[in-house]
């Protein structure tokens, strides 16, 4: 599993969404490193540098090689993990508790609660077929769009979106068209109760963890976020009303400040969190940072370099 990681101290283990890969983690890698965390960004099988299996990319497959790096590390790290990332870290966290110190689950996927048999028309999804779409015939034309939109001034900074804006280009890869529309119909046939079913696990979470939401979400349901508050009262909770999934524009220092705090928040002190637990509300409001000035090393100065690593 193909790794890069930002600054020293307390490990992270940092987890992408669906079809991103590791760089996406770089500007809250940034704020983390200021404050003495080391984050290690995966790029998770079947995306980005990571060679994918030739078997269906399942939550627990993906999990198998976090988990792995969990144990290999000296100290047990928190693992943060985004939409899809969030998913395969509930996974890791649930499977092998003991690997790691804590959990961020940031907007994770979790299965639908109602109209569920929507997502049984997954089923029929073939990675085989998109992998002989000819998409791979228009890289260059899509090498170029993606570049010339990363070199947005307004995205200088935020290396969410740049990440994002990448997607198509790094579709135009067979294999990775191939692994996308794999994990993508393996969550969506991720059963949501019963013995094995995601909702009931969650139940069992017993790290320290937190949660962070984007108010604006337009693809994770925002009563996905009430629903765990009720599961988990004892965990951290966070709203960040200016913010979506991951393309925040101006906002996208709020959500990467938000996740940064979450993390700082699970690996603080036991007094801390106890605290935390007997706030009224049961969620907590992040701050709405637009407008304020990014961080000096946005460029990634030789302190926070990110280093390649495969662990």
């Avoid at 994990?183 to 059963?191: C, F, G, K, N, Y």
């Amino acid at each position: 599993m193909w790794c890069q990681e930002w600054g020293e101290g307390e490990p992270l283990i940092a987890l992408h969404p669906l079809a991103l890969e590791s760089t996406a983690f770089g500007g809250v890698a940034q704020l983390l490193a200021k404050r003495g965390v080391r984050t290690i960004a995966a790029d998770l099988p079947g995306f980005g540098r990571t060679p994918g299996p030739d078997a269906p990319l399942t939550p627990a497959r993906m999990a198998e090689p976090v988990i792995e790096l969990a144990r290999s590390l000296a100290t047990p790290p928190v693992v943060l993990g985004m939409s899809m990332g969030g998913r395969v870290a509930l996974e890791a966290a649930l499977t092998e508790p003991s690997a790691f110190r804590g959990v961020v689950l940031v907007a994770p996927f979790l299965p639908w609660r109602r109209r569920a048999w929507m997502l049984s028309l997954a089923q029929w999804l073939s990675p085989q077929a998109f992998e002989r779409v000819p998409l791979e015939w228009f890289w260059p034309l899509l090498q170029r769009i993606s570049t010339t939109l990363e070199a947005r001034p307004e995205l200088e900074h935020d290396w969410l979106a740049r990440a994002s804006v990448r997607v198509a280009y790094y579709l135009s890869c067979p294999a990775t068209r191939a692994h996308f529309i794999s994990a993508s119909r393996e969550m969506a046939l991720d059963p949501a109760f019963g013995s094995g079913g995601t909702w009931t696990r969650l139940e069992l979470l017993a790290l320290p963890a937190a949660f962070v939401w984007g108010e604006r979400d337009a693809l994770i349901p925002g009563r996905h976020a009430a629903a765990v508050a009720d599961l988990l009262p004892r965990a951290h909770h966070v709203k960040v009303a200016c913010s979506g999934h991951f393309m925040n524009g101006r906002h996208h220092l709020c959500f990467e400040t938000a996740m940064a705090d979450a993390v700082l928040h699970t690996i603080d002190t036991p007094e801390r969190r106890s605290s935390a637990r007997r706030r009224r509300m049961p969620f907590e409001a992040a701050p709405c940072l637009a407008g304020a000035v990014p961080p000096a090393d946005a460029a990634a100065p030789a302190a926070a370099r990110p280093q390649e690593t495969t662990p």
